[in-house]
């Protein structure tokens, strides 16, 4: 048998489930349309006008997002070394707490700099 008919299948079989639930949908969803559901917003906040390129959003909101990847990234190596911790030996160990280390280092001096505050 070929390795590949399985993924075949199942991919057919998601597709299948998509396309199926949208027609359904289709059809027995609620069709009651009004004013406030057309519009942009339904949270009862009116909207700003913007610029046409986009609003200009603060350069720390993308140093918040980019230090929560990188700590969440370097967060997921402890995971396998978890899985594999009985087999690494002391040199498991003694990697692991360098990576800690690193960790704590970058976080403490993120924290010195002010950037987890949010003003």
């Excluded at 087999?87 to 403490?108: D, K, R, S, T, W």
Aim: glycine share 10%.
């Amino acid at each position: 048998m070929n390795v590949a008919w399985p993924i075949v299948g199942l991919g057919g079989l998601a597709a299948a489930f998509a396309i199926f639930s949208v027609v359904l949908a289709t059809f027995t969803g609620p069709k009651r349309f009004n004013r406030a559901k057309a519009a942009a917003y339904e949270c009862g906040i009116e909207p700003t006008p913007q610029p046409f390129g986009g609003g200009r959003f603060p350069v720390k909101y993308y140093l918040t997002a980019m230090l929560f990847i990188i700590f969440d990234i370097e967060i997921v190596f402890l995971y396998p070394w978890a899985v594999a911790f009985d087999q690494l030996g002391l040199f498991g160990i003694l990697a692991m707490l360098l990576f800690l280390f690193n960790l704590i280092v970058a976080y403490a001096y993120d924290w010195r700099r002010g950037g987890l505050q949010w003003d």
